[in-house]
């Protein structure tokens, strides 16, 4: 990846004389970037892709949207020098066309183009104005005097991409193995398809354990891929590419009908007794919620399932697609009785307000503050604070990524309900777990009973809170007279 500049903080993108861009449509736009393929001519080429785009139609009405992009190419084409050309595209994206120009111009000019959408959009309306702001991203190509004819709306298209995945706001130059990325993740896009409709992919479980008890009361469904050719493939692999083609939608009404299969299996096992499965639900599925209604309330209709066989997880990323359509969609499915869980907890922007503003019945703590316990008093003193405001809430706490006993120990004895990880179990077929269900603590290393030592330790301190949170804080106050000037480092123990 390239990245050229933050679209705000260029200083070569005010040195571009604006006013003498024309916005024509798409076919003339095509014609102009073929005469100058013909040429010898230097092309710069700029696709804009606007971020996000569909919450501006989800909040203010398509009407709404459809003015932004009429009133946005005129806008993009006042910033582009004499000659050039911009057109806009299927959907949200814009393409400029710029005769003679060198590569820093054509990255000045996208940059330009960035902070002229970033600018606020004033709609008049009968009743009201309405302010809209939009942000973008752009990919650039460049083509020398001179040289052979090349894709330039390809490769500004996949530069984009990458600009879009990986730096929103930002311009991102075309490199060759943007190329080869496409080939590959073509490939991979293909064999996807393949997979779905051939039955390649494999259901994979992981257990979660009530720490109370050690009784296994649910598993998490995950998705391998049976290559035929690489062996299984992790999710990692094939995921991002899945997501970026439109296939999660696909994918995710595979891994759905699989763990409706197994809690139906599993529950005529144990003689009605319910197994919840937790599923994880995508951006692209979370928009359709419809759609996952209609899946849900048929398996339910049948018979196949009770509410208490299937549950849901969301991630702050996937709410963030669309977050109104993100908050029907589980507001659906929890008013069909489903339990929702907010994974990886801690790690986002704004996941107190989700606590408030979203149905959902339990939060999963992230593995990364769960792999300081041991080592760090803060990552300690944040997963306790998040066990208890959760419960205060009315919500159950599920821990991530255990990975030992000590670990197990530890959120046994801050209150969190339920844990997940290595310790208890790695991700295995179904039929591998099935001898471990009916083991406590899934044939694990059972958590310690002994107190807490760290009660005792906190016992002639002073301040507030708990054990944890009296210990760091005299920490902190011992670090702070001890220096100074340097900042502190993480406080460990």
Same mark, same amino acid.
């Given at each position: ?230 062996? *299984?493939?992790?999710? @990692? &692999? ?6 970026? %083609? #439109?296939?999660?939608?696909? !994918?995710? +009404? ?103 503003? *979203?149905?959902?019945? @339990? &939060? ?6 769960? %792999? #300081?316990?041991?080592?760090? !008093?803060? +990552? ?10 959760s419960h205060a809430l009315g919500l159950r706490v599920v821990a991530e990524g255990i990975e030992d006993v000590h670990q197990a120990t530890a959120l046994v004895r801050m209150g ?67 220096v100074s000037s340097p900042p502190r480092s993480e406080v460990t123990r």
């Amino acid at each position: 990846m390239h990245v050229i500049r933050s679209a705000t903080r260029g200083r070569a993108a005010s040195s571009i004389t604006p006013t003498a861009g024309v916005f024509v449509a798409r076919p003339e736009a095509m014609q102009t970037l073929d005469d100058l393929q013909r040429s010898t001519r230097s092309t710069g080429l700029v696709h804009l892709d606007l971020d996000r785009f569909h919450q501006v139609n989800t909040q203010w009405g398509h009407h709404v949207g459809d003015r932004v992009l009429a009133m946005l190419g005129p806008r993009l084409a006042g910033c582009l020098p004499v000659g050039s050309v911009v057109s806009s595209t299927d959907g949200d994206a814009f393409v400029a066309i710029v005769p003679d120009a060198d590569w820093w111009l054509t990255t000045s000019i996208a940059e330009r183009m960035l902070q002229v959408v970033a600018e606020p959009i004033v709609l008049e309306g009968a009743e009201q104005t309405v302010p809209v702001m939009v942000r973008a991203s752009a990919g650039i190509a460049w083509r020398a005097e001179h040289d052979a004819p090349i894709d330039l709306m390809e490769h500004a298209y996949l530069a984009c991409r990458r600009a879009k995945a990986t730096a929103p706001g930002t311009v991102v130059g075309y490199e060759y193995s943007l190329g080869e990325q496409a080939v590959r993740r073509q490939r991979i896009e293909d064999g996807l398809r393949r997979a779905i409709a051939e039955d390649e992919l494999r259901l994979f479980v992981q257990p979660e354990i009530d720490l109370r008890d050690g009784r296994v009361i649910g598993v998490e469904a995950l998705v391998r891929w049976q290559h035929p050719t690489d062996g *299984l493939l992790a999710p @990692a &692999v094939f995921l991002p590419d899945a997501e970026a %083609a #439109g296939l999660m939608t696909a !994918l995710g +009404d595979w891994v759905l009908d699989a763990a409706i299969d197994l809690a139906e299996q599993w529950r005529e096992l144990r003689d009605g007794a319910p197994m919840r499965v937790w599923v994880n639900l995508a951006a692209q599925q979370l928009a359709d919620g419809e759609h996952l209604r209609e899946r849900m309330t048929a398996a339910l209709r049948e018979g196949r399932i009770t509410p208490r066989c299937i549950g849901f997880e969301v991630t702050e990323s996937s709410l963030l697609e669309d977050l109104p359509a993100a908050t029907g969609a589980l507001t659906s499915l929890r008013q069909l009785g489903f339990e929702i869980a907010l994974d990886d907890f801690g790690t986002g922007y704004s996941s107190l307000s989700y606590l408030r503003r *979203l149905p959902v019945t @339990a &939060v999963k703590i992230d593995r990364s503050f769960v %792999a #300081g316990i041991g080592d760090s !008093l803060t +990552d300690e003193a944040i997963v306790e604070a998040v066990i208890d405001l959760s419960h205060a809430l009315g919500l159950r706490v599920v821990a991530e990524g255990i990975e030992d006993v000590h670990q197990a120990t530890a959120l046994v004895r801050m209150g969190a309900d339920h844990a997940q990880g290595y310790h208890f179990g790695r991700p295995v077929p179904p039929a591998d777990l099935q001898a471990s269900l009916s083991l406590p603590w899934c044939g694990a290393t059972p958590p310690s009973t002994e107190p807490d030592p760290l009660v005792h330790l906190a016992d002639e301190l002073p301040g507030f809170g708990s054990p944890r949170a009296r210990l760091l804080m005299a920490a902190l106050d011992t670090a702070h007279d001890a220096v100074s000037s340097p900042p502190r480092s993480e406080v460990t123990r």
